[in-house]
């Protein structure tokens, strides 16, 4: 029975600023990335989001971003060295680890967020310091990365289990890289679509580009968004259009 | 042979702007209490001061505080819950944990800072909340403390590892507590009375108040400062002191 | 023909996190007290807010609060000094100036936020500097208070125009003070009631306390909120109650 | 009688985080550009640091840098929208206007600070920002600038008072922009060497790039540093030489 995982970008919330409707969220995805207080999130708002997915049986992973709570960690910031990559993606990664042992869970995944992750995707440096840092912070953590990025090779290389991810509603170019936000197209919106397109990467492990070409990628796990009402709506379909087509839903930290 | 640890508060820098000379503490003191990023400190100077005691073998300990870069710590922060507390702590401690991870040492110890250890010394619900943390993100580190106090007691209750510590600088009321800082004669400045002081602490397991009242209290851990020039010598002077009376100088988390 | 004021707290959103519905309150109220930055609001922000009220006709002034943005500057921060709260102040006085200047609009009104408030009620010190700082960055600010407070008496005494604000939805003690939200009552919920009472402060000159006694005030502006759906409606509900009673609602700074 | 502005950076520190030596350097500067709070600097130092120039009649500044504490401003924030480096600028502008009227002393220029100052050489988009948010703010205020950069283009065009800065201390290339520190050479540090150099810009008003290439400028300020010890005996020496060389030492803001 094939089998994937449904991950989400929770705990964006920042003190009294709620973002996100992590509860609806946590009762659709089997994976959280919750962020750990550089570019979202605070000590509390981690506590409750690793209990909520607790109470769930929801496996979590720590998503560490640039050190940039006003732009949400959405703006590369220049200048790191890879020293500083490695203590960034450290930091964050332990600070989640300390407050998930308080809820009684335990971190099993790191994904690089926004910035963070689309820098790494291409540049090696970067993306050997995030690897690097979560091997030295524990080796059995998954590393989560975009198929065919320089994340994917740097995880494979510092030995790290590493594990596929694709977008739901997110479209691809020939280089199996998402098409930015800014482009027409980039982002899609119907839910009948998306779920139908989910299910198509999941079983023929591929995504399809703009311009209609077919990349073989490892699917082990599929975002998904929660950020608008629209969102939550779209993430329900896709689970119960990968349910009712016999696509098992499942932690990928339980499989690997 | 008696033998007593000294421990000194490092990576207290921020960003671009220095404080104190850890290196030369670092060849004085014998546990270091390193500040976690919410008072002082970044990811990068933690690293920078965990590889610097790790050359030095000396032990090293999270140095959590509330989260006030601007009052470095040394405003009590009212208002937080005993989880937000927990959730404060455990983030720091964790997050010290993995840049320690990087470096290639580990933690041993968790000591409180400014406001957070004077609420603390007094209040029972903060002190317990930070036993509580130390206890969640692992139960084998060591709680250094004042003795006689709030933090005292609930490190015992909680079942961890307490240790006591004294000022080398600092004069004591009749309660065991430090006389503050905007009192008179309430930091002491001349090395060599200071030493001598420490010497007799150590020998006597006592402190002497501003009374003249002998205090009965363990004496594992002397703090001793180095944000100035003058904290250096003094530091020194401390050290070679107790050294010339058969006094050992060593880090407590391995008597423990 | 009796006028009177509603004012509201906006531009409380602070990078990727919205909060409140500020378009909606420009349509309601007269005066905006706008977030520069310490408890909530960012420059963008600001400019956004300052375009739609001058779009509106809506007059402007600064909210400042204490340095917390995590607290939402609803937490006391202790220890500072006279010239720490008057530079505070200043500051983000200053700051929205010259935002406003950008939107063609200007500043002509402050009140203290969350916490800077509630301690400017109470305590001499900190309502002569937060007047001390109007007085000097331009006399000619309206300095909006609650009636019979600290603020009021320290508003007076440094020869600012002084507007009283009564709270449409909040509970007042004996002393006037309000009632503090932790204890049952202190909010009022139904939009009838709360719109009847307004109207009565209005016209009686007078708020009613908890146990009935009614205490002469002047009601020079009506504090209205809009953190949630039920609360524009409650806020619209204020105005045309307030309008369908003869009272006419216009901004104080144009009658000052 | 030829006439030289010295301009420094200062009010650099973070609330515990002393940085430079303010008190020296405003015996030797003439203008004083004031950290706003955003790469450095806080409304307590601010006001300090302008009560510390009003009474040596130093002229003062206000020096906005991209939000980054972290980075102290000297990395490049990418993606801002031409209004957001407008709301950036006059925000700080305004912030130091305001805490200036505290102390007595009035903002007479207008300088960028690190990375913005870098961007703002090159980029047009952000050096129209900049200048228009200083025309906005106060169209009064003087604009300094690199020569040839396009911050200067952009404050003639905005009809802003624009004053051209030579830098004491560092290298030019045949482009007239500073040789980036990175590079060997880029900063002098004899003494004697810098301040004949100074001598000779002004008297010539033309830079030698490394190459040797002599290039006109205007050179109505000179920028003296004052981070280390060292710097500031540069400073002074420049000062001693100019004013033995019979050139007036004297704030632009004065002649304008």
């Known amino acids: 029975m094939t089998t994937v995982d449904l991950n989400s970008d929770l705990g964006e919330s920042f003190g009294a ?28 708002i981690m506590r409750k989001t690793v209990a909520l997915a607790k109470a769930r049986g929801v496996s979590i992973g720590a ?13 590369a910031i220049p200048g790191l060295t890879s020293a500083e990559i490695e203590n960034l993606v450290a930091y964050q990664i332990g600070a989640l680890q300390a ?15 926004g910035a963070l992750s689309n820098v790494g995707c291409a540049d090696d440096m970067t993306a050997r310091a995030i690897a690097a840092a979560i091997k030295a912070v524990d ?42 936000r800014g482009k027409p197209g980039a982002v899609l919106h119907d839910a009948g679509l998306i ?4 299910v198509r990467m999941v079983q023929d492990r591929a995504i399809v580009s703009v311009t209609g070409k077919a990349i073989k990628v490892d699917v082990d796990t599929v975002c998904i968004h929660g950020d608008t009402p629209g969102a939550v709506d779209i993430a329900r379909a896709v689970r119960q259009t990968l349910e ?8 990928f930290s339980s499989r690997v």
């Open 63 to 75: 998503h560490p971003g640039y050190r940039d709570l006003h732009g949400f960690g959405r703006r």
């Open 195 to 198: 779920a139908e397109r989910v």
């Open 244 to 251: 009712a087509q016999g696509i098992a839903v499942a932690p």
């Open 139 to 180: 080796p059995r953590l998954t590393f989560v990365v975009l198929p065919n990025s320089a994340l994917a090779r740097a995880g494979e290389a510092a030995g790290l289990l590493v594990v596929s991810e694709v977008f739901a509603d997110r479209a691809y170019d020939d280089d199996a890289a998402l098409v930015s």
């Open 99 to 113: 407050v998930a042992a308080l809820a009684g869970h335990h971190v099993t995944h790191v994904k690089a967020h």
């Open 17 to 44: 600023w709620p973002m996100g409707d992590d509860a609806a969220m946590l009762d659709i995805a089997t994976s959280a990335n919750i962020a750990c207080g550089f570019h979202a999130g605070d000590p509390d």
